[in-house]
T-cell receptor
C-alpha cells in the first residue's frame, strides 16, 4: 500500500464551483501535512500546511482527520487559474512523503 | 531572491556523459532534499542531506548517482554515465528542519539524455 494516496482525477469543474480533494496516508505516526500546487512543467509550490484544527486561507480550506487518516483540501469559487495538480504530503520522520497528485481543470 | 536556486535549468547530455546538477538552498536552510519526477508521475525521493552529511540516500540508485552538500557551496547531484532512462525533472527542496517542516522547491533541472 502506498504511504500517501490521491485520486489522480482529473476533476473537471466550471468556474465558481466548489471542489474537494482527499488524500489518505498510511503512517499513523505522521505528524505534519501539507498541500502543494504544481503547474505543468513547474516546481511544486507550498499552498498550505494542515493543522489539527484545520487551516483556511481565502478560498482554500484544509482539514485533517486523524481517526480516518486523511487530509482534505476544499477550494471554493474556483477560478480558471486554479487549474493545476495538487499534491499532498505527510511528514512523520525526516522525509516527507508525497502523493502523486490530483489534477484539477477549471473551465469557463 | 532568497528562494531555492537550481542550475542549470535545462541540461542535455549524450549517453555515457556525466551530469552535474546544482542546488543552493533558501537562505537559512541547512536541509536539502533531491527528488526526481517523470512526466505524469509523482515526486520520487532520492536523497536527504545536511551540510557535509548524507542523512538518507535510500531513494537513490546504488550505481552512477551520488550527492554531496559541502560546507561551502551548493549541493550537487551527480549522475555518471547517463542513460536515456535518466531523462527527467530533478527538483531540489530545502527546509529549516527535518520532515515535519515545510519544504520549498527550486525550479528544477530538466535533464535530457540523447
Amino acid at each position: 500500500r502506498k504511504e500517501v494516496e490521491q485520486d489522480p482525477g482529473p476533476f473537471n469543474v466550471p468556474e465558481g464551483a466548489t471542489v474537494a480533494f482527499n488524500c489518505t496516508y498510511s503512517n499513523s505516526a505522521s505528524q505534519s501535512f501539507f498541500w502543494y500546487r504544481q503547474d505543468c512543467r513547474k516546481e511544486p509550490k507550498l499552498l498550505m500546511s494542515v493543522y489539527s484544527s484545520g487551516n483556511e486561507d481565502g478560498r482554500f480550506t484544509a482539514q485533517l482527520n486523524r481517526a480516518s487518516q486523511y487530509i482534505s483540501l476544499l477550494i471554493r469559487d474556483s477560478k480558471l487559474s486554479d487549474s493545476a495538480t495538487y499534491l499532498c504530503a505527510s511528514g512523520g520522520s525526516y522525509i516527507p512523503t508525497f502523493g502523486r497528485g490530483t489534477s484539477l481543470i477549471v473551465h469557463p | 531572491n532568497a528562494g531555492v536556486m537550481q542550475n542549470p535549468r535545462h541540461l542535455v547530455r549524450r549517453r555515457g556523459q556525466e551530469a552535474r546538477l546544482r542546488c543552493s538552498p533558501m537562505k537559512g536552510h541547512s536541509h536539502v532534499y533531491w527528488y526526481r519526477q517523470l512526466p505524469e508521475e509523482g515526486l520520487k525521493f532520492m536523497v536527504y542531506l545536511q551540510k557535509e552529511n548524507i542523512i538518507d540516500e535510500s531513494g537513490m540508485p546504488k550505481e552512477r548517482f551520488s550527492a554531496e552538500f559541502p560546507k561551502e557551496g551548493p549541493s550537487i547531484l551527480r549522475i555518471q554515465q547517463v542513460v536515456r532512462g535518466d531523462s527527467a525533472a530533478y527538483f531540489c527542496a530545502s527546509s529549516l528542519g527535518q520532515g515535519w517542516y515545510e519544504q520549498y522547491f527550486g525550479p528544477g533541472t530538466r535533464l535530457t539524455v540523447t
